[in-house]
């Protein structure tokens, strides 16, 4: 069973930077295509980022593209969320998900975390 754990969410004003960490449990890590999501009060939750399983293919949502980058360390068996010049639109709760060699970015994700609060002051 895979265990996505997200760290480093929290306060920060706007026009600030955050780096957001998600540990994978498994051995199997890299062929794992590996996704952010984020959800705001209210909305529905919304595709961030997603780098592929065995490559560095990258895929954004418009509304963060040259804000934030998604990296993976496969050494460490983590993913990484780097968010610069937040906005308070940004503010949501995030999550990590994998999914099982696919190229598919957009949903059908095998495994979620719990979530990292990014809050983004104004």
């Known amino acids: 069973q895979v265990q996505l754990v997200e760290s480093g969410g929290g306060l920060v004003q706007a026009g600030g930077s955050l780096r957001l960490s998600c540990v994978f449990s498994a051995r199997t890590f890299s062929s794992y295509t590996m996704g952010w999501f984020r959800q705001a009060p209210g909305k529905e939750r919304e595709f961030v980022a997603a780098i592929k399983w065995g490559a560095t293919n990258t895929d954004y949502a418009d509304s963060v593209k040259g804000r934030f980058t998604i990296s993976r360390d496969t050494a460490k068996n983590t993913v990484y969320l780097q968010m610069n010049s937040l906005k308070p639109e940004d503010t949501a709760v995030y999550y990590c998900?994998?999914?099982?060699?696919?190229?598919?970015?957009?949903?059908?994700?095998?495994?979620w975390g719990q979530g990292t609060q990014v809050t983004v002051s104004s």
């Open positions: 998900a994998a999914k099982w060699r696919s190229a598919a970015y957009y949903d059908a994700y095998d495994y």
